[in-house]
Every structure is written in C-alpha cells, then in structure tokens.
C-alpha cells in the first residue's frame, strides 16, 4: 500500500528560519527604538521655554562649537540659566560628581563601590560642604540658591529621556542643592593635596627601605626638617596603609601638574599684559571644564567653569583675568593615634584619655543590605583606617592591629573654609588689587593664583593655608599622642609667596618652587622639577615683543628637557650604533609623527624597572614609585647602589649593565608592537589621549563608540603635558595633561583664546562630544566674543506666566 508524503519535517526549517528572522527584526527595531529614545535625551537649545522662577528673558546662544553665551537683565537670572545650561549639557557628570563626594555611589553601582562610599563618609565631604552652605554670606547663598533653581527647573521641566548613563543604571536625579555645588571644591581639593597620599606610599615602604633611599625616591631637600623613620613608623602596618590608599576613590587621587606665566606690557605687542594658564589633570570624557560666557548689565565672565559649580574658576570678568597652579604644598598630615590600653574605645592624647567623636553613617548598596559605618574623629581629624572595607577583617590576625589608628589633618577638611567666597569675590574684582583682597579668603587647597588686569598689572599670590607645624614637615606619618607635630598655625597672608608687578616683568610657574632659600615658613619638599618652567622662560627670551599666538604657541612646547639631561649620561653606555646614532641626533621633541620619542620613552620605561624593579619586587609592593627624572640620572650617572639587581647572588650589576639590559628590552617590546623596522614607528601611534566616558567607557564595544582618543605630542615633563603611566596594557597612553588651555590678552579681552576637550556636551549623541578633541591636539584656540562668530542657534528662556 502506498505511504502519503510527509512533509512536516521539511516546514521546521522554514518556520525556525522565520522565527528567528523574527526575533533579530525585532531586536533590531528595539535597538533603534532605544536609539531614537535615547536621542531624546539630547537638549533643546532653539526656540522658546517658559519657566518658572525666571525674573525675565534670558537667552542662550550657543555657536558651531556648542559653547552658550548667556545674556540676561541680572546677575540671579544668569546663574539661574547657567544651572540650566549645565543640567542640559553634564547632567550625569554633575550627578556623579556628588555622588562621589557624598558616598553614595553604592546606591547606584552596588558593593563594588563601598570601600569608596566609606572613605568619602569618613571625611564627610558632604557634611562640611552643608556646614559651609549654612555658614555662607547671603550673596554667596543667593548665588547658589538661584544655580540650584536653575539645575532643578530643568530637571522638571524637561522632556524626553535623561542622558544615557541614568537609563543604563535605572536612576533618577534628585533635586540639586547648594551643598551639591560646594562638594566639587572639597573633592578638587582633595586631589590637589596630594601629600596625605604620598605619606601612605612612603609609610609602607619603610619596613624595606632605609630613610636614606626613601628620601632619594622622593628627592627630598637635605636641608628639610622631618622625623626620622624608625620613630615614626616601626608600628605601621603595611597591609592597613595600602588598604586605606586602594580606597579613595579616583576622583580624590592626587594629580598634580599645571603651568601659568603673565607679561606686563613692557614685554608684549600691545603694551598691555599677557597671561597664559593650562591646568593639569586626568583626562576623562566629559572634561571637568565648561567653557561659557555670561553677559549682564553689570558683569561680564568668561573662561571655564565647571558642571555643578556656579562660578568662573579660570577667566575673566572684562578687567581681571586669571589662572592657577599648584603650589605642591604639604597643606596635609596622617597622625598615628594610640588607643588607650585601659580602654580601647578611647585615644590618647597630651592632656591624657579623650572619648573619640563619633557618628553613624548609613550606606545604601544596590542589590544588597545597607551598611552601617561608624565614623571617628581624634582631634587632628577623621580616624581613615576606620573607612576601609574586607582589610579590616585581615587587620584582626595582625600584631597589635588594634593599638592604633591614622587620623587624617588637612586644611581641606576644616568646616570653616572660605574658599568659594574668595571665588565669588574673585569673579567680581575690578581691578588686580581688587582680585588680590579677594585671595584672603581663598583657604584649600593652596594654589599659585595668577592674574593680571586691563590697566598694566600682573601679580601672583601662592594662596591658601599653610600649616605652621611645632616639629617635623609632613613628609612622613607621625605620632599623634603628643603635641610634639601638632600645628601650631597657618602662615599669615602677607607672608605668602607672592609678587606684584615684578621688577622683570614676567612671572612663570610650572609646580616649582615658589620660594627661595632664605624663605622662612617650611611650605613642602615635593615641588616639581623646574624642566617646564625653564623651558618657558627659554622661549620667553626668545620672544622680542610677545604676542597671544606666542603663547599659544609655547603652550604646545613639547621639548622633553628630561630626555636632554638624561640621554647624555645613558647613551655613552651602549654599544648598539643605531639607537646611539637615532636619539644623539635628536633633539628631544615629543613629536607623534616621530620614532625618537618613542624609543626614549621606552627605554627610560625599561631603565625605571631594571633599576628599581628588583628592590620594590623584594618589598612585596607591587606599586613602582617612578622617581623624578633628575634622581634617576643622578643614580645612573653615580653608579648607584640602586644599579645592583639585589635579586641576583654572586656578581654587582653595575648602571651600564641596567641600561644596556633595558635597551634591549625596549627594543624588544618596540619590535614585537610596532614592526623592526624602527623608521616606521611613531610615537603618536602608542601615545594617544583618550578620553573615556566615566560610565559607558567601562562596557566592552560600547566603550569603543563613546571612547574618544587622539594621538598627541608631549611627554611628562613637556609644557605640552603629556604623562603616561608607564604601566599597564597601554604603557605609553597619554592620561594627564592640559584638559584646558587658556591665553587672555589685556589689551583686548574678547581677543582671548581657549580650548578644552574633548567636547562640551557629555552626551555621545551630540555632536559636541568630541568635536574639541582634534583641536584641542593642535591647540587651535578660539575666541567667544559677544557675539559668536559662525552660526549659532539661540535658546530663548521666558519667565512663566
């Protein structure tokens, strides 16, 4: 009998092939339906918007660049519309930025994060930032209240998706309040007081090192006042420093580099100043720099602001123009507190037993229980070795781990600062005089403000307090149960650092020195070397009558004056003709179209671990301290101890032997990356700037369309700052440097020039992401007159009825 047909075997394949046709078309309308979503996120910056607390009109007009340029009948509207125009461009990076300060990043990223979230609770960031809202003048408080106003009518007001990061973690803004505004100096301050850090680094060497090589890691002064080591640390514990060190969050990290330099007119085209800035930080996308200009009937400010904050921290207001450096000051001091061994929940002190202050914090973590901290404080400040997570638990097995604790002192910490009133007053000084009184109040973290103003004048004032301490110069933790390294004061104002209108007619700054031997108040023992400042003042006596593109110009100097003190000493070293005949010719131009620099680089990369590797690795510290290039050269030039490889027996390397075995080993690295052929390498092609969104640049492919990088010119000690870490997967990567630069002309301020980057907007749907990146690579600077000169597209903002 005949068999029907079966057929349905053969239909599986069709309707599988349909199924999953219909799956991926869905996905993909999905996909784009997310996209077209998220785009909605991108501001309103055309037409009109009426809203509530407005006084009058305001309009913004923002031109090819994305940069707005507000206009308004008072001073409250302006800053109201700042608060909008920030919330429109940085709103997630504003809301990062106070998460961080307040420890609440757990809230939103879970337990990864509360190590962080504790440390930021023990200093209460947050707390002193309230303290100093509540304690404010009114007119620094009306200011405030009005940006706040502002941020939160766009934050009511607005329509379509938030930017991208707040639907990636399900999170919600909340109201922004003046103490949100006044964290971001506390957190910035924190990163430019870098010496608390630098103390921990050094502590938990000392149980490896002698005093002697711990000080030439650091290039301390010989003449610089201090305790020695064996009786200040014997009872550390390494294990507790590195743990309180892993937990301060990134944003608080020490970075610390910046260059300034002004000219009276004697010395300039016009026959009126110039002053030129470019301040040094982590790169990261968005910047921390906004660039605005603020036009009222009474005031005008332009410069770089950032996000969250409503004031000009570098700029002008129409008479004064201004910038900063970091002074490099020890302005902090990690105290050992010993616990009262009759009773442990108490410390001791030079009056005898004192109870510890203390709070309760509560932590909320996404995904998990919320944690309850207790935070102390002893009389120099909060207990840090509280505020650290899972260590705590290795801390029990550990010898006399609980006859202790570190207590952080920092002028940063101190409830009453005074800072952001010594901004606002700034902001609004007519003349260079003017700006000086307004530096009085100006407290943490010290910093060498330069300013100069339309009628002649320049000045610079190392500004902030400076702690008078009994004994001892912060290098390094000291004992806490005596008055013995207490401070005992701050250095008054008028004995400051400072020039005004200087015989010579140029002042210069690049985180050297900024006193001379004579100098009689201990300002720190960690200046930076003087290769960029010398280098300035080098083109400076090049220039006859100097002009803003001078400037501009010396701003992209990238002379490596590091790589001409140090080839002299290593290359007579090595036999290898070619590398001996490539770098003896060069003349130490951190150029990315070259191989120079990158063979150098590379080297001194390989010169730094054979030097120093071998003694770090015996410690059990896998943290290298990279030393200041002047210490390196002086090791190898001496033949130093340091050249010996301690892990080898039987024979004593000596300098040659390192810097031999490092070539090889760069060339080696060079080759397997780059090809043999060392013509075809280029410096550019491993030393990118690259700037990653704080969120998306943490997830895999995403990274790669949000990531913005950029070859660049530079090294760690050009004008032209381009730092790289020396380690990792990227060694070479270019991660601090000049995220702003700016050059005023007094005789004309709209003349003046700026650039940031990598773009205004933080959103990666806008086209000014990134749009800054490659000019800023070039320093192609540009005005914001009144009026913007290309096409602009205008926001008008109307009271509501």
Not at 197 to 226: G, K, M, N, V
Not at 472 to 489: E, M, Q, R
Not at 668 to 684: I, K, P, V, Y
Request: a negative charge.
């Amino acid at each position: 009998m005949r068999q029907p047909k079966q057929t349905t075997p053969r239909r599986w394949p069709r309707r599988l092939g349909l199924a999953v046709g219909s799956l991926v078309l869905l996905l993909i309308v999905g996909i784009a339906g997310a996209l077209v979503w998220m785009r909605t996120s991108l501001p309103q910056i055309e037409g009109v918007v009426a809203l509530p607390g407005l006084q009058s009109a305001v309009s913004i007009s923002r031109d090819d660049k994305g940069i707005p340029r507000i206009k308004a009948e008072s001073e409250g509207d302006a800053l109201f519309a700042l608060g909008y125009v920030h919330a429109q461009d940085r709103l997630w990076q504003m809301e990062q930025m106070r998460r961080v300060g307040a420890g609440r990043l757990s809230e939103v990223l879970g337990s990864a994060t509360l190590d962080y979230d504790r440390f930021m609770r023990t200093l209460g960031v947050h707390r002193l930032a309230q303290h100093s809202y509540e304690t404010a003048s009114p007119e620094l408080k009306a200011a405030l209240e009005r940006y706040a106003d502002g941020v939160n009518v766009f934050l009511t007001q607005r329509r379509g998706a938030l930017p991208p990061e707040f639907n990636l973690l399900w999170v919600e803004p909340e109201p922004w309040t003046p103490a949100d505004t006044l964290v971001w100096g506390r957190l910035m301050g924190l990163q430019l007081s870098g010496n608390w850090y630098a103390e921990l680094a050094r502590a938990r060497l000392a149980r490896h090192f002698t005093a002697e090589q711990i000080e030439e890691l650091w290039t301390a002064e010989p003449a610089a006042r201090h305790v020695p080591l064996s009786q200040t640390l014997q009872a550390l514990d390494e294990t507790r420093l590195a743990a309180i060190q892993s937990a301060a969050p990134e944003a608080i990290r020490p970075r610390l580099a910046s260059n300034i330099w002004a000219l009276d007119g004697s010395q300039t085209e016009s026959g009126r100043p110039l002053l030129a800035n470019d301040p040094h930080l982590g790169l990261s996308n968005p910047g921390l720099w906004y660039l605005v200009r603020i036009d009222t009937p009474t005031r005008i400010l332009v410069g770089a602001t950032t996000p969250g904050v409503p004031l000009m921290l570098i700029g002008h207001n129409g008479k004064v123009a201004w910038g900063f450096t970091t002074t490099h000051s020890d302005t902090a001091d990690i105290f050992i507190e010993r616990l009262d061994p009759a009773d442990p929940t108490r410390y001791l002190t030079p009056e005898g037993s004192a109870t510890f202050e203390s709070r309760k914090e509560i932590i909320r973590v996404r995904g998990g229980e919320p944690v309850t901290l207790t935070v102390r404080s002893t009389r120099h400040g909060p207990v840090i070795s509280d505020g650290h997570g899972d260590s705590r638990e290795v801390l029990a097995t550990l010898p006399e781990a609980d006859a202790q604790v570190l207590a952080l002192s920092a002028t940063i910490l101190r409830p009453e600062d005074q800072t952001a009133e010594a901004f606002f007053r700034m902001n609004r000084a007519d003349t260079a005089a003017d700006f000086r009184e307004a530096l009085r109040n100006f407290q943490a973290p010290q910093q060498n403000v330069g300013f100069a103003d339309t009628g002649g004048d320049i000045g610079i004032v190392s500004a902030g307090l400076v702690p008078i301490r009994r004994q001892g110069d912060g290098f390094l933790p000291v004992p806490g149960w005596t008055s013995a390294h207490d401070w005992a004061g701050f250095v008054p104002f008028e004995e400051l650092p400072q020039r005004f209108n200087p015989a010579t007619g140029r002042i210069v700054n690049a985180n050297n020195s900024v006193v001379d031997p004579g100098y009689p108040h201990f300002l720190g023992r960690e200046f930076d070397t003087a290769y960029r400042a010398r280098r300035i003042a080098d083109r400076l006596d090049r220039v006859e009558t100097a002009t803003l593109p001078d400037m501009a110009s010396i701003q992209m100097d990238s002379v490596s004056s590091g790589a001409r003190e140090l080839l002299p000493v290593i290359l007579p070293m090595i036999g290898d003709r070619e590398t001996r005949d490539l770098l003896s010719e060069w003349d130490g131009t951190m150029d990315r179209a070259r191989p120079e620099p990158l063979l150098y680089s590379a080297w001194l990369r390989h010169i730094q671990q054979r030097l120093l590797g071998d003694e770090f690795a015996r410690a059990g510290n896998a943290s290298l301290h990279r030393p200041r290039l002047p210490v390196m050269a002086r090791m190898l030039a001496e033949d130093s101890a340091w050249c010996d490889d301690v892990s080898t027996t039987g024979r004593r390397e000596n300098c040659t032997d390192i810097v031999r075995a490092a070539l090889a080993d760069a060339l080696a690295e060079l080759r397997a990356a780059h090809g043999s052929d060392s013509a075809g390498w280029r410096w550019g092609d491993a030393h990118e700037a690259r700037f990653s969104n704080m969120v998306l640049g943490s997830i895999p492919l995403i990274n790669r369309l949000t990531d913005v990088a950029v070859p660049t010119d530079g090294g760690d000690d050009t004008v032209n700052r381009g730092t790289s870490r020396f380690g990792g997967s990227e060694p070479y990567r270019h991660v601090h440097g000049a995220g702003l630069r700016a050059v005023f002309d007094l005789s004309d301020l709209d003349r003046s020039i700026f650039v940031q980057a990598p773009g205004q907007s933080g959103n990666p749907f806008s086209a000014h992401y990134d749009d800054l990146a490659q000019r800023w690579s070039e320093v192609a600077g540009f005005p914001i007159p009144p009026q913007a000169e290309g096409p602009a597209k205008t926001l008008h903002l109307e009271p509501a009825r």
